[in-house]
């Protein structure tokens, strides 16, 4: 389907006026089933498809023959639902009638919004309607499959060729993309002049997660927490990030979010300094963009039958848990309910000081169907009694060792014979990618043999963690500052660690009554006994002691 279509009344040839039902021959029509073919006897020309047209004339290839079942779509403001027609996945278009029947998108179209009826591609889980819904087509083919068949669907009046939904249950489908934690205009202070290089992966993440929201035409995207790194950040920062959520905001996705603990809600948020929505270029009454506060706890979003509540403070320590008293299981506004929350699940004596804190037995008992939690920069799924919860974790890593950071979920929500599933998907946005590497340094000829080797995996994307193992020749000279200094300007990020063993000596001792017998004998005595009492660093200081002293006692040239 054209991208934005909007619905246009079947086209008559000039000189004929109307439409005359008296030369279109009908087919006939299975309950639940409409044909969407029919044949202009006057002149004729056999059958043909319906036509439409986005933005300028769309001429579309032929459709299937075959009646194919309906499915269902709610319309923004509920009642009488839209249509979806899902045809063979192979056809080359589809076509779209108003639901008004004529074409035209009647008084309270708006884009997604007008509630067509949609021909052409199979409409698949994840789908999105000119609605702005995601298509959920039910399973099966033929009456059964539709609920509330065993009425006509076609109807034909005037100059009017329609397909007309009857009222039936709001579409069971729910797709969301969830991600928190952006951190946009961080600093990075320690990472000195690599910080403008990372703010800008940051962004480029944020860029890449709407990308994917917009591919995967989602219903709602969710930003849990900490879209900007602080509340001090200059208008071009923020128009920036509008922009981006204003691309979401014409494709008529909806999105939501709360402020975090660094973008905290207080008297100078960022939030409060400028208005995101007017930034991103949409009128004031308006619940394509919406901020959840302390004075706005919650959003009703009828477009896609969701409630989603914002459960925020305007302190950074929350006076209580967000879910203390907090029950959405009586809700019916909307069929989904979503929660949004900043903060730590609690693990004894790991998250008694965090300014956020909830419990898991509080999750089961909020009646909500998805939880969509920031705070922490690691992708975690998990189930507490019926509620799926999940922290997406940052898109882009913050800090150079978030090494579990980069994602985004996609997540859907569904409900057939009255069991509801949430299924979450993890989707890579970021580009930080991480290595760890452990080499046997008995296999390391010499520092530079090493940093030759290091080279060959040069990615500036990459932030790769180096550890040596192994016992460790007396002939390796290695000083890992000067080697992670020469590896620098070819990666992202570089590390190399030295925990090989120095050797302990082989073969014969010289006589304990020679200086080296004597040297060697007392080294390795105190060695045994700081392992053998689990002082692993005293004993690797006194092996590496061992290790030149055999050096300068065989009149070999040793640097410290």
Known sequence: MAAQADPEPAVVEPGQGRLDLGQVLLRPIAEGEVTLLFEDLGRRRGLGPVGHRAGRLDLLGQLGTQAIPLGFERGPRGGEEGVVHTADATAPGNAVIGRDGGGSAGPDSGGRDTEPVTMGDEAVAGERGAGGSSLAPYPG????????????????????????????????????????????????????????????????????????????????????????????????????????????????????????????????????????????????????????????????????????????????????????????????????????????????????????????????????????????????????????????????????????????????????????????????VGRTRFEKLDLDAAGVASQPALISELLTRADPDLVLDVRLTGVRPDELDLDTDEVEAALAPSFLKVRVRDQSTPALSEGPLPPPDTIVGAFVRNLEGQIAELEAADRTAEAAELRDALRLGRLLLAGHEVSL
């Open 141 to 428: 083919r033929g009456p059964a499959a539709v609920p509330g068949h065993g009425r006509t669907a076609a109807c034909h009046a005037g100059r009017q060729i329609c397909a007309r939904a009857w009222r039936s249950h709001p579409r069971p489908m729910l797709r969301l993309l969830h991600t928190a934690d952006v951190h946009l205009g961080a600093r990075h202070a320690d990472l000195g002049e690599q910080a403008a290089t990372q703010r800008e992966r940051q962004f480029a993440a944020f860029r890449a997660t709407v990308e994917l929201a917009l591919e995967e035409r989602v219903d709602l995207f969710l930003v849990a927490g900490d879209l900007f790194d602080s509340n001090t950040q200059p208008r071009r920062s923020v128009e920036r990030a509008a922009s981006e959520l204003g691309r979401l905001a014409a494709a008529k996705i909806r999105t939501v979010l709360i402020p975090g603990t660094h973008d905290v809600y207080d008297r100078s948020s960022v939030y409060r300094a400028y208005d995101l929505g007017a930034l991103a270029g949409l009128p004031a009454e308006t619940d394509l963009l919406t901020v959840l506060t302390p004075e706005r706890p919650e959003v009703v979003l009828p477009a896609v039958d969701a409630v989603v509540f914002g459960l925020v403070f305007a302190t950074k320590r929350a006076p209580h848990s967000p879910l203390a008293g907090f029950d959405a299981s009586k809700e019916d506004r909307a069929r989904w309910r979503i929660g949004m929350i900043h903060g730590s699940v609690a693990i004894p004596g790991r998250t008694d000081s965090d300014e956020v804190v909830v419990t898991k037995d509080e999750i089961a008992a909020s009646g909500l169907d998805y939880l969509a939690l920031g705070h922490w920069h690691s992708t975690l799924v998990a189930k507490s009694g019926g509620v799926q919860y999940a922290y997406s974790g940052a898109p882009e890593p913050v800090a150079l060792d978030q090494d579990q950071a980069g994602r985004v979920l996609l997540v859907t929500l569904d409900e057939r014979a009255g069991k509801r599933t949430v299924v979450v998907e993890e989707r890579q």
